[in-house]
């Protein structure tokens, strides 16, 4: 994917991207930053921490919105056991900011499933994204 790929509407503004380091959130990150927009992280969370400023990143994991189909995807094996709706992750979305939180997980098994990736050697999470993304 390159930028020309990006469908950013308007400049200015704010876009949150979360994996805005690498891979297709760099590509969305660099689009937005060229067009104006201000690109945010949960690196700003610490950053601003004891500030009248708030951040809060939401990690939503698949969301039942349609993209998959949209975008030929709909056999893949993402969001098949799990999916939020978008109005669950608004709801954990808007609670968590409230409660402060700098980073919302909405749906439990995607908590769990954050935390089981940082515990587990790449090598086997690099297998196990190329068997969920098996075709792709």
Known sequence: MSGSDVPVVGTGGTALITGASAGIGEVFA???AA???DVISEALAEEHRGTPVDVTVV????VETGFQERAGMADSTVGAVTANTPDAVAEAAYEGAAAGE?????????????RLVRVT???VVRRVSALVNRGR
């Not at 990690?59 to 698949?62: E, S």
Request: with cysteine.
């Open 121 to 123: 050697p790449r090598r």
């Open 59 to 62: 990690c939503p994991g698949p």
């Open 35 to 37: 067009r104006g927009h």
């Open 30 to 32: 660099r689009e937005f």
């Open 102 to 114: 700098a980073v919302v997980i909405p749906r439990r098994s995607m908590r769990l499933l954050d």
